[in-house]
């Protein structure tokens, strides 16, 4: 047999050398051993001898190592930023209702809020209150101050994709020119014409000069393709008012109607992935339309919303926890204490400088709150510059002296001039920070020994119409009321005698004749130093006169998530919609990022 071909078998026939096997073990032992003594017993000295550099290398090393730890962490904001996450809802509640959300009639605080996220403008305010560039990319006026030249960038278009263009800017200013229309904004617009010369040019003809002119041009801009083809008189029943298409940073999706009975509403905007200014970083928009400020506070606590606004701070602070950031932000408008100059007991101005000296502003401010800014003058801080008048200081007992001098003897609890008694009615809204400040102004009052009645009026019943009933016939005493200032000093809608009547704001009927001309000629002028010089003038004739009593400049009170990113501090507006101003931004996550070299 073949041994090759079946090595199995001899396999079979091998023996085994058991001592050769056990002489190699043997070898192998001894050369472990050896290598043992030499290279581990005979340098456990060695090992020993040097354990005290060893061990102070590794403490110096664990230094080294909690040092970068700590620079990282107290330094790391050096080379990192919070950044927004894209993406995701935020729902912010504010107060209602909402009737209409066609921007020609925005009334409410949430009716605007839409508004300002669903429309654009020529131009928008910025978070320190500066007019920028919105539509608008550039303007330009004539030697005479009268004709305004703007040009629109070419890359904006409506949600529905359409261009939009000067045609539609001139048909906007159509609408709110028509008195069929209706629009409050109207007023504003009745003397001045407008033509679109081309697609991106409209010129802007005024009846006079008007240094404020360029603050007009804030307006929503409305498409004239959706509704150019409905009759003025029926444009503010129109659908157009329940699904709006504009051109702004959100896109409209869908009104829902809550609860029927408390009138809560619901309205829900996508990002505008075409905006002309890029894509806003939150994907959806929500904005809560509650009945009161108690609705606001209970979605607040029980985290149904992201932020809320039109709220106390009292509530702000109520709800903050470890949940909310709680911001003030200060706006371009006053409350004040209107004086009804026709009343037969405010038409003496020794009561009404009596009223001044009794009314102890610091005390209404802290009871607003903290960081509420001062008001006394008839605009907000900031806009005047040089030596400001001085209002009447708070002196109780001087205020008493000025009724006594007048012949407003007290008789029994009260006070008389001849046969008619010291009686006054303060008339305001049912706001809950409002009434705070009626009744604390009428405690005060009470001390000269005038009888104080308060009037509120509940603005929320269907039947209540405030602007009808008490406003326009100016059915009060006087009036605790919030006064829009605006981003310019021009006041003469609130002030100069012309506005006096129904369908004006002059809500004093005060009649000046050199307040009347120092007004005229303020806003006719364009150089800044002679508008403050005259401003100067007229708020010094203000001051003696008292047609109001400025009691502190208004703040929105913002209550916001504290992981999302939106208001911010330091942050200033015009108008409460305003706190927009930076919406592009907004987000409801944020992650740190490191910054790129």
């Known amino acids: 047999m073949n041994n090759e071909k079946y090595p199995w078998d001899s396999f079979q026939k091998l023996t085994v050398d058991r001592k050769r096997i056990e002489r190699s073990i043997k070898r192998a032992e001894t050369v472990t051993m050896r290598h043992t003594r030499k ?3 005979m340098r456990l000295d060695s090992i020993r001898d040097a354990q005290v550099p060893i061990i102070g290398w590794l403490f110096t090393v664990g230094l080294i190592l909690a040092g970068i730890t700590v620079q990282t962490v107290l330094y790391s904001k050096n080379y990192s930023i919070t950044a927004a996450e894209v993406g995701g ?39 320190t209150g500066h007019l920028t560039n919105d539509l608008a990319e550039s303007i330009a006026t004539d030697p005479t101050g009268r004709f305004y030249t703007v040009r629109l960038r070419n890359n ?14 001139a048909f906007t200013i159509s609408l709110i020119k028509n008195p069929v229309v209706r629009s409050p904004l109207r007023v504003n617009w009745r003397d001045v014409n407008v033509r679109a010369v081309d697609d991106t040019t409209i010129v802007f003809e005024l009846p006079a000069m008007y240094a404020a002119f360029q603050h007009a ?70 904005v809560y339309a509650y009945q009161n400020q108690n609705d606001i506070v209970k979605a607040l606590k029980a985290g149904e919303i992201t932020a809320g606004t039109d709220i106390t701070l009292a509530d702000g602070l109520a709800v903050r926890g470890d949940s909310y950031n709680i911001r003030q932000v200060p706006v371009n408008s006053g409350e004040y204490l209107i004086l009804n100059m026709s009343n037969p007991v405010l038409s003496d101005a020794a009561v009404r400088r009596a009223l001044a000296m009794a009314t102890d502003t610091k005390s209404i401010q802290q009871l607003v709150g903290t960081n509420v800014p001062a008001l006394s003058l008839p605009f907000v801080n900031g806009q005047l510059t040089g030596n400001l008048p001085s209002s009447h200081p708070y002196d109780l007992a001087r205020a008493n002296a000025t009724l006594d001098a007048a012949g407003w003897i007290i008789d029994g609890t009260g006070r008389k001039k001849g046969e008619q008694p010291l009686a006054l009615k303060i008339t305001t809204t049912n706001d809950a920070q409002v009434v705070l ?61 012309s506005q006096i009547g129904m369908n004006g704001y002059n809500f004093s009927n005060y009649s000046d004749k050199t307040v009347d001309a120092t007004l005229v000629s303020a806003r006719s002028r364009l150089e800044a130093d002679l508008r403050n010089a005259k401003y100067l003038t007229f708020a010094a004739q203000w001051l ?47 992650r740190s990022i490191y910054k790129t070299p």
């Open 39 to 41: 290279f581990i017993s």
């Open 89 to 127: 809802t935020y729902s912010e509640g504010m107060l209602g209702p909402i009737n209409t959300l066609n921007p020609l009639y925005a009334t409410t605080n949430a009716e605007s809020s839409v508004a300002r996220l669903v429309f654009s403008s020529l131009y928008s305010y910025d978070g």
């Open 156 to 169: 904006a278009q409506w949600h529905d994709g359409k261009a939009l263009t000067a045609q539609d800017v």
């Open 217 to 286: 041009l804030t307006f929503p801009v409305l498409p004239k393709h959706i509704l150019g083809t409905i009759p003025p008189a029926a444009v503010r029943e129109n659908a157009f008012g329940n699904t709006p298409l504009g051109s702004g940073p959100f896109k409209f999706k869908l009104l829902q109607l809550v609860d029927t009975i408390r009138n809560h509403k619901v309205i829900h905007l996508v990002a505008n992935d075409a905006y002309y200014k890029g894509q806003p970083k939150l994907s959806r928009f929500e």
């Open 437 to 497: 400040v009626a009744r604390k102004v009428a405690d005060q009052w009470k001390r000269l020994n005038i009888d104080v009645q308060l009037n509120i009026i509940d603005t929320t019943q269907p039947n209540s119409n405030f602007v009808q009933t008490i406003l326009q016939p100016r059915n009060y005493d006087v009036l605790l009321y919030e006064l829009q200032i605006g981003a310019d000093p021009d006041v003469y809608a609130y002030w100069h005698s």
């Open 544 to 590: 003696s006169d008292v047609p109001a009593i400025g009691l502190y400049q208004q703040t929105i009170t913002y209550a916001s998530n504290i992981r999302a990113h939106s208001v911010y501090d330091g942050q200033s507006a015009v108008t409460k919609s305003d706190r927009y101003s930076n919406v592009l931004y907004w987000s409801v996550e944020s």
